[in-house]
Structure formats: structure tokens, C-alpha cells
């Protein structure tokens, strides 16, 4: 702090000393400045983020109140809060005639509650992840506040835990929902006001509940409205319902991505390289797109469908068109017909480049080179494939069709550290259906030296050789398959040159011989395909051979 010899010797300074007035009022704002500089209190910076739920201090009636006969109903927290999305969030079950309207009033929430309350019933308001702190906006999950208006206050309750079909891993904050068998509306526009959500550990509880037969599913939502609606939404249910005469525990809902029960086209839209794409809701069996219009197209038109089917591409010889008319159809059933008009300007111009995977101009000994054309070939001209080796060139490459894409080949060559290479493709090495012609591309490279590979051997024992099984090879996060194998019998499956890493085996128990894990279906009450874990990681090691036993338990 600055004494007032300072502040004379200032005030000298300034030479207006011999005047009272400025005198007093300059005195009177240096004093005011240096007294607020130092008496200032500023906030804290930094320190930790609040991420505490606010906390319940009072509730007027108490919660499980009996005989409940009050018209408001009052709850106090230690901090301010507010409500977020109630219309989806808060409900009450049993349904009300009027809908109730909570409030927020600084740090309390004021519930006015309807006059046509039932008698001798036991009522749930939930809400959800409606409550948070007024600054951070942590969610109180899972509230809810519970009366009766008779004697007796419903005290049944569910506990189970949900996890993912496929990963196995639990699922957090995810909304399980219960509903009497005779409103059952998973699939309507009546959303379900009995609800909770899991923990981080994929547990869940519901409480208070009345004896009833009900049905219990889990649903990862994608709108809120806790109706199963969406096409990405992922759906758990157990295929009996549940009988509620005493508390019930142990209830395990895997759920899964399910395939919807009606076909819809997702997208279509012809491309700038004149191809044109559909994408469709869910995979099909035997599918066919035909071109109504024109129609003279149809019979020239050249289809691939991906893997899953759930996606179609199609060329057409000729792209003047100003309109065109086609139709989807599944195992001989028209599903839907769509027109595609082009604008008054576009302008296609067919794509036939041929692309690689060289990846920094490097080849490996496993990962050998693809070559996919941007349409269909028709034929290849060998004679115009140049590969050299140190400026030599070599004839004895393999070039092979890739069975999972009509367009895609592969070259294979044994590779050799310290070597230069040079590819050529010359015009016409690729014909399209259409006269389309590759336009001449030089690619060179040389072989991934610091790539290592190993070997391993899974001797995997079976419980059951009258199903299938498919055995996969992935990765350590679990979300990448590098290989499936079906089998059928006990016996030794080698996986050959893999890049060193940490690896695990998933077993999929296939019921349906299909080479592919299935998801469950709610609307035919089919739980997704079991999937087991090998429980642990192993590495496969450069240059190295390994052998794992794999024991699979029965189902």
C-alpha cells in the first residue's frame, strides 16, 4: 500500500496542491483506487471440473409417502438445478390424464399434481437424465420419487445387467424398459413410462414395481422417445415375458443392431462417373435391380452388390438419359421403384482409372498388390502388365480376381528387400463392358523391409461337430477381423504371415450356416448368435511360429 507522503508528493507534482477542490476529489480517487486494487478478491482459476450430481436435501411429502393425498409436491437440493428435455425424460407410471408440468424454482423442483389420481394406487415419477446442476449440467440419474394413495406401496423389483451380443462388454446409460403384455409398445408411437438406466458397469434396476406379467427390453436409442423406431438403434429382449410375483434378479439383455422388418432405400443417386448407387436398410438375400425405363438399358446394365448385399452399384452402356425408372426387387419380390432425374447441366464423364494400394510406395511379403478398376473389366491384356525388377523384366507375377469384388485384382510376386520395381500398366491393360479403356499409369516401389511376420497354429477343440463354427482371428481392441475360418470338426487352422502384434480369438457359434454372425431379431423373438472369447491376448511374434489351444465350451 502507498502512504499519503506519496500521495502529496504526486499531488505537488501535478501543482494542484493549493486548490481544496481538486485537492479532495484527486485524494478521494487515489484512495478509492489503491483500496480497491488491494481489497479485490478475484475468482479462483483452474482446479478440477465439478462433476457431482446435485444432492437431495428435502422432500415435502417424504418419498414413499402412503395415503398420499398432497397437490404439490417439493424437492430441494443442495445447488441450483434445471431440467432438461422433461416431455422424453420424465414420466409417470401409471399414466395420468393430465401430464405433469415440474418446475424449477432456484434450488427446489415443484411437482402440481393432477385430481384424478386412481385410489389405492402406487405411482413413479421418473426422470431419467432430466435433472442436472444449473452450471455443469451433471445429470441425477435415475431419480424418482414414489407414492401411494392407499395403504400399500408396490415394492417388487427387477435387477439384470446389459451387455453388447457381439463385444460382450457392458453397456452404460443405457435406457431398460418395461411394459405389461397388455400394452406392449416397443414398436408404436406410445412411448413407455416404466424405465431406468444402466450404470457404468451395464447394471440396472427397477423398482416399486406391481405384480403383473410384463416384458422387458433394452434399447439404445437413437431419438429419446423409448419406442423401437430407428433404423441404427440397437434392441435387447428376452423371448418370454416376465411373470412378476417376487423379486426377480439375473436378467441378462445382450443387445444388437437388428435388421428392420420393412425395406426402405436409404439413398440412391447417380455419381459424376455416371455409375449410379443405392443403399438399402438391411441386407438382402437375392437381390435385382432391373431399369424400367429406358428400357433398352436393361439388358446391358452391370450390377455388384457388396458383401452384405445392403448396397448395390450400377453402370449402364450409354449415359444421354434424361430420366431413369428402375425397380428393386428381393427372391423375385418387387420391393420399391424409384426415379433418378439428372439436372438440366450434368455432365458424366465415365470413370475407368485403375488404383492400388501402395501404401509410401511399399509392398509387403503378405500384402501383395491391388489393382481396382473404377467399373467392371470385361477382359485384361496380360502383354500390357510391365512389372521389372532392377530394370529386368519379370513374367512369372500372378495376377488372380479378387472373389469378393468383380473389379479388384490382385498381383502377386515374391518380393525381394533391396530391390527396385516398377509397375506399367499400358493403355487397354483393363477393358470395361462398355469399351472403357485404362489410360497408361507407372507406379515404382520397393519391398517393407521393417514389416515382420509370424506364424500362428490354433488347435481348436469342439463341443458339438454337428454345427458350425466360425473361428476369428482379431485384433486386440476386438472391432476388426482378420481372418474367419468355418469349421465343423476339431483340428488345427494355421494362420499364416500375419503382421507382429497382439491378437485374441472369437468364437462364433453359426446356427445358421451362413459364414456371418447374426444379430437378434425382436420381431421373431431370435436371440442374436453366441459369441465366445478366448479370454486373453497372445503376440504373434516376427519370424516366429506359435501354437494356441482353443477349448470351446459348449452352448
Same mark, same amino acid.
Given at each position: ?91 409417470? %407410471? ?48 435415475? $431419480?424418482? $420419487? ?10 417388487? %423389483? ?82 418370454? %415375458? ?105 455432365? $458424366? ?207
Amino acid at each position: 500500500m502507498q502512504d499519503s507522503s506519496i500521495i502529496k508528493s504526486r499531488l505537488k507534482r501535478l501543482k494542484i496542491s493549493s486548490n481544496p477542490k481538486w485537492f479532495i476529489l484527486l485524494l478521494f480517487f487515489l484512495l478509492f483506487t489503491l483500496t480497491w486494487r488491494c481489497a479485490s478478491v478475484q475468482q479462483p482459476m483452474g482446479g478440477p471440473k465439478d462433476s457431482i450430481p446435485p444432492k437431495i436435501l428435502n422432500e415435502t411429502p417424504p418419498n414413499l409417502t402412503r395415503n398420499f393425498d398432497a397437490e404439490k409436491i417439493i424437492i430441494e437440493f443442495d445447488e441450483y438445478v434445471k431440467l432438461n428435455n422433461t416431455q422424453k425424460e420424465v414420466s409417470v %407410471s401409471p399414466d395420468v390424464e393430465q401430464p405433469i408440468n415440474p418446475r424449477v424454482k432456484r434450488k427446489t423442483i415443484e411437482i402440481t399434481l393432477p385430481d384424478s389420481l386412481e385410489e389405492n394406487t402406487t405411482y413413479t415419477i421418473n426422470f431419467g437424465k432430466a435433472i442436472g446442476d444449473f452450471n455443469e449440467g451433471n445429470p441425477l440419474l435415475n $431419480y424418482s $420419487y414414489v407414492f401411494s394413495t392407499g395403504d400399500i406401496i408396490d415394492s417388487l %423389483s427387477i435387477t439384470g445387467k446389459v451387455t453388447n451380443a457381439l463385444t460382450k462388454l457392458p453397456e452404460k446409460e443405457l435406457t431398460v424398459i418395461l411394459i405389461p403384455t397388455r400394452q406392449d409398445s416397443i414398436f408404436g408411437k406410445r412411448k413407455a413410462n416404466i424405465f431406468t438406466l444402466t450404470d457404468t458397469s451395464g447394471n440396472f434396476q427397477l423398482k416399486n414395481l406391481r405384480e403383473d406379467t410384463y416384458r422387458i427390453y433394452a434399447l439404445k436409442e437413437e431419438n429419446s422417445d423409448r419406442v423401437y423406431n430407428a433404423p441404427g438403434e440397437y434392441i435387447g429382449f428376452l423371448n418370454d %415375458s416376465i411373470v412378476l410375483n417376487k423379486d426377480t434378479a439375473g436378467i441378462l439383455l445382450q443387445i444388437s443392431k437388428g435388421t428392420p422388418r420393412d425395406f426402405r432405400l436409404l439413398d440412391r443417386k447417380i455419381e459424376p462417373s455416371g455409375k449410379i448407387t443405392f443403399v438399402f436398410n438391411k441386407p438382402l438375400k437375392n437381390p435385382d435391380i432391373a431399369v424400367i425405363h429406358p428400357s433398352q438399358l436393361d439388358e446391358t446394365k452391370q450390377i455388384t452388390y457388396n458383401a452384405a448385399k445392403d448396397s448395390a452399384t450400377v453402370w449402364l452402356s450409354e449415359l444421354t438419359f434424361d430420366s431413369l425408372k428402375v425397380r428393386i426387387s428381393d427372391n423375385g419380390k418387387i420391393l420399391d421403384s424409384v426415379t433418378l432425374r439428372r439436372g438440366r447441366n450434368e455432365k $458424366y464423364d465415365r470413370d475407368f482409372i485403375i488404383q492400388d494400394n501402395l501404401t509410401g510406395n511399399k509392398v509387403t511379403r503378405v500384402k501383395h498388390i491391388m489393382l481396382t478398376a473404377g467399373a467392371p473389366v470385361q477382359s485384361i491384356d496380360r502383354s500390357k502388365i510391365i512389372l521389372t525388377e532392377d530394370s529386368i523384366p519379370r513374367t512369372n507375377f500372378q495376377l488372380a480376381k479378387d472373389t469378393t469384388a468383380p473389379w479388384r485384382y490382385i498381383l502377386r510376386y515374391n518380393w525381394r528387400p533391396k530391390r527396385n520395381y516398377q509397375l506399367t500398366l499400358e493403355e487397354g491393360a483393363f477393358l470395361g463392358f462398355f469399351g472403357d479403356k485404362n489410360k497408361s499409369v507407372s507406379k515404382t516401389f520397393t519391398m517393407n523391409e521393417t514389416e515382420n511376420f509370424g506364424d500362428i497354429v490354433l488347435d481348436v477343440n469342439l463341443p458339438d461337430t454337428n454345427h458350425q463354427y466360425l473361428v476369428q482371428l482379431i485384433n486386440e481392441k476386438m472391432d476388426f477381423i482378420h481372418r474367419s475360418v468355418p469349421i465343423r470338426k476339431s483340428g488345427k487352422i494355421p494362420f499364416r504371415q500375419f503382421p507382429g502384434g497382439k491378437y485374441t480369438v472369437r468364437i462364433v457359434y453359426d446356427e445358421n450356416n451362413n459364414n456371418e454372425w447374426d444379430p437378434g431379431d425382436v420381431y421373431e423373438k431370435r436371440q442374436p448368435e453366441r459369441v465366445w472369447y478366448l479370454g486373453k491376448t497372445f503376440i504373434i511374434r516376427a519370424n516366429w511360429e506359435q501354437e494356441e489351444i482353443i477349448n470351446v465350451p459348449p452352448e
